[in-house]
């Protein structure tokens, strides 16, 4: 079969949308939401270019397969970092073409010339392909951290005793601070830039505070008065509950332990059962250290990922990456990264905003 491989441009917005449409889901949030299509894949820094690879027929210009990416510039604005995130990955099933995706990524690779490249959410199927393009592959780590003042969960369950922990008080030289979407300064800039992939304080404003519909609550982590890391989590509400999850992370996670009291506070204040996170790169002694429990240590514990519909499950999210510039250091991956914490069902900003 003949086909040529190019990225997209706004002109190939029908075609990507009927082709989610048809051979993903014809309920697909991207293809309910031209909001969010464009919020993640209009390019922030090419006008008029998709961040899509596309592979065409040559005569009809079909779309035969794509591949989604979300690149950090995307939101942070800075060209000069290509660090970049995988989404959507599909060929269709009747093409009969042996390693049509792979082409797609090599396409990719070749023209965008990545500094590190990463997925969250992979199908179990694809891990081995990932594997042999070169990837480090994994699991986030899952930890979980209860409100103290709680007796009952609906959201989690099987929750015994031991799972929560005593009542801190706050370090006095703490403090958990909401920040604003306003200009920053070069100590949160330092805060953003030190893991990889490097993100900015501007992408913490575009990614966060000015997504399309959810709302996120941005606190600062103060240690003697100074900044030293960032810490973004979004509530969710279910079963006449709330949950707060950690989105991202910026900046020093050894702090972490002298916030165990701060964090419970914020617990307390937001009356949620919970925080959780799933991320790589932040070590497990640290997290314990803060209060939080290794969901995957405790048989008993569910603590579910999947809100939008709610399952009442734990469910392991698998990442992959490739450092393809040696000179960097530091990978950390939140589930924020990539497209995991996005809606999967039609959603107005309004709507998000009375949940929380």
């Given amino acids: 079969m003949d086909f040529i491989i190019r990225l997209a441009n706004n002109d190939d917005r029908p075609a990507i949308i009927g082709f989610l449409r048809e051979h993903w889901s014809h309920d697909h949030i991207l293809v309910q939401s031209s909001a969010l299509f464009d ?3 209009l390019s922030s820094t090419h006008p008029g270019q ?3 690879v596309l592979a065409l027929h040559t005569t009809s210009q079909a779309v035969l397969a794509i591949l989604g990416f979300i690149p950090i510039s995307q939101f942070s604005l800075c060209t000069e970092w290509s660090e970049t995130f995988l989404a959507i990955w599909k060929a269709r099933d009747d093409v009969r073409c042996v ?3 792979a082409q797609l990524h090599k396409y990719l690779i070749l023209r965008t010339q990545p500094a590190m490249i990463g997925a969250v959410g992979l199908s179990r199927m694809v891990v081995p392909i990932y594997r042999a393009l070169g990837y480090q592959t994994g699991l986030l780590d899952h930890h979980v951290v209860f409100n103290p003042h709680r007796r009952t969960f609906s959201i989690a369950s099987g929750v015994e005793r031991q799972h929560i922990p005593a009542v801190v008080r706050p370090d006095p030289a703490t403090r958990c601070i909401p920040l604003i979407d306003a200009p920053g300064s070069p ?5 953003c830039t030190g893991a990889v992939p490097r993100k900015t304080w501007h992408y913490v404003r575009r990614r966060y505070f000015q997504h399309p519909f959810y709302r996120y609550h941005v606190f600062g982590l103060f240690l003697d008065g100074t900044p030293r890391a960032i810490l973004i989590a979004r509530k969710v509400q279910e079963n006449d509950s709330a949950v707060l ?6 900046g020093d996670a050894t702090v972490l332990p002298r916030f165990q009291g701060a964090l419970q506070e914020i617990l307390a204040t937001e009356n949620a059962e919970y925080l959780d996170i799933y991320q790589h790169g932040i070590d497990d002694n640290i997290l ?7 969901r995957r240590q405790q048989p008993s514990l569910i603590v579910p990922n999947y809100f939008e ?4 499950a734990n469910i392991e999210l698998d990442f992959a990456y490739k450092q393809c510039d040696p000179s960097l250091d530091g990978i950390r991956i939140f589930r924020g990264d990539a497209d995991q914490d996005r ?6 900003k309004q709507m998000v905003e009375l949940d929380v």
Avoid: C, K, M
């Fill in 39 to 41: 919020w993640q894949h």
């Fill in 50 to 52: 998709l961040n899509f």
């Fill in 99 to 101: 390693g049509l995706g």
């Fill in 187 to 191: 100590i949160l800039e330092a805060l």
């Fill in 245 to 250: 999850r950690v989105s991202d992370y910026l």
């Fill in 288 to 294: 314990t250290a803060a209060g939080f429990l290794n």
């Fill in 309 to 312: 519909p709610f399952v009442a």
């Fill in 343 to 348: 809606p999967n069902q039609p959603l107005t």
